[in-house]
């Protein structure tokens, strides 16, 4: 589904990417763990092309994007990558239910009471059928950053990519929060999923992939990665954090 190769970024002198080579299959589910500033982030707004890599390829569902060359296909093929990011970002004078169907209507043009149904069924599934029609600012923060997913699953992406999806939320909401991602992954949803909760990680992961500077230095399962690790840099990293 994702087929990266010898992907380089640089911002400015800061070499940020030094040769990622990562290939994610149709339903697979890989965490990327690392250090801040070890390029996590940058990564998956390559593969979103929030950032466009100066080297290197990426390819989503069997095609290669090429985004000097495909500047007119960046927007379709952003709707088939969703990403949800650490703050939501949600529109604060849009109720929930106009957050949801934003790009439905306003992207995609489906008509709104198309694109209502389409959002029922996505806050049901987020379980926020009851605050379809208040504002963010109503909102717990683990209520908004489901309120984004289902804002992500609305351009129905083949691929989702969250970059520390609970990362700015109370410990006692993180739960929810994940409990949504893990649905999302038993359905076969393809992801790429940074995060520091490395029990979520552990549980949710086909493979963990552990970044330092720029580059991929271990990855396994999570029993191989968090049980057994080969690599001192990854060792001294989880020997931190855990
Ligand atoms: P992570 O998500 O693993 O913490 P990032 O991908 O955010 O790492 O950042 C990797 C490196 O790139 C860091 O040194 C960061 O300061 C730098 N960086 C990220 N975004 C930019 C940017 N827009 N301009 C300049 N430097 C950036
Ligand atoms: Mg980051």
Request: glycine fraction near 8%; proline fraction near 4%.
């Amino acid at each position: 589904m994702i087929k990266i190769e010898e992907l380089h970024k640089w911002f400015g002198e800061l070499h940020v990417l030094k040769g990622i080579n990562m290939d994610v299959a149709d339903s697979e589910v890989v965490v990327l763990i690392g250090a801040s500033g070890s390029g996590k982030s940058t990564l998956l707004r390559c593969v979103n092309f929030l950032e466009i890599a100066e080297e290197g390829t990426i390819a989503i569902d069997g095609k290669v994007v090429n985004p000097k060359k495909d500047i007119k296909r960046l927007p379709g093929i952003r709707q088939e990558v969703g990403m949800v990011f650490q703050h939501f970002n949600l529109f604060p004078h849009k109720t929930v239910m106009d957050n949801v169907i934003e790009g439905l209507t306003q992207v995609k043009k489906v008509p709104r009471r198309e694109a209502i149904k389409t959002g029922e069924e996505l806050l049901e599934k987020v379980g926020l059928s009851d605050k379809a029609d208040v504002y963010p600012a109503m909102l717990s923060g683990g209520q908004k950053q489901r309120v984004a997913i289902a804002r992500a699953l609305a351009m129905r992406p083949k691929i989702m990519l969250f970059d520390e999806p609970t990362s700015a939320l109370d410990p006692e909401l993180v739960g929810e929060v994940l409990a949504v991602i893990q649905e999302l992954a038993a359905e076969g949803m393809t992801m790429m999923v940074v995060t520091h909760e490395m029990g979520f990680a552990r549980e949710v992961a086909d493979r963990v992939v552990y970044m330092d500077e720029g580059q991929i230095v271990e990855e396994g399962s999570p029993e191989q990665i968090f049980g057994d690790p080969q690599n001192e840099r990854t060792q001294a990293f989880l020997s931190r954090i855990l």
